[in-house]
């Protein structure tokens, strides 16, 4: 479990932020943008369709791996996982085209 629930963990918090600053380094250079060219622009809307697209990967991510970080924690912390949880990784993790369990 060591060997998933960790790693999993540091990449959905590396995920997080790098996507966070990602979405400010947009939102920022969108309002640059708009304040040069004034409403004649419309880098806005593309900008907020960039930044639902990055979201989406997120969430798609997060549903995916999701599952498997709960599997790991309730592992560490007590020794019987329920088996419902278990077919759900299995469903989840599968979705993504790769079997790690």
Same mark, same amino acid.
Request: charged share 10%; with cysteine.
């Given at each position: 479990?060591?060997?998933?629930? $960790?790693? !999993?963990?540091?990449? &959905?918090? /590396? *995920? +997080?932020?790098?996507?966070?600053?990602?979405?400010?380094? !947009?939102?920022?250079? /969108?309002?640059?943008? @708009? %304040?040069?060219?004034? *409403?004649?622009? /419309?880098?806005?809307?593309? #900008?907020?369709?960039? +930044? %639902?697209? @990055?979201?989406?990967? $997120? $969430?798609? &991510?997060?549903? %995916?791996?999701?599952?498997? #970080?709960? &599997?790991?924690?309730?592992?560490?912390?007590? +020794?019987? $996982?329920?088996?419902?949880?278990? &077919? !759900?990784?299995?469903?989840? #993790?599968?979705?993504?085209?790769? %079997?790690?369990?």
């Amino acid at each position: 479990m060591w060997f998933t629930t $960790v790693p !999993i963990l540091l990449i &959905f918090s /590396t *995920n +997080a932020v790098l996507y966070f600053l990602t979405w400010l380094r !947009i939102r920022q250079e /969108t309002e640059i943008i @708009m %304040q040069s060219l004034g *409403n004649q622009c /419309t880098s806005r809307k593309a #900008s907020i369709r960039a +930044a %639902q697209t @990055m979201l989406l990967f $997120v $969430v798609a &991510f997060f549903i %995916q791996w999701g599952a498997l #970080s709960l &599997f790991g924690l309730w592992n560490i912390i007590t +020794a019987k $996982v329920p088996q419902p949880l278990y &077919f !759900i990784v299995v469903i989840l #993790s599968n979705i993504g085209g790769k %079997q790690y369990i």
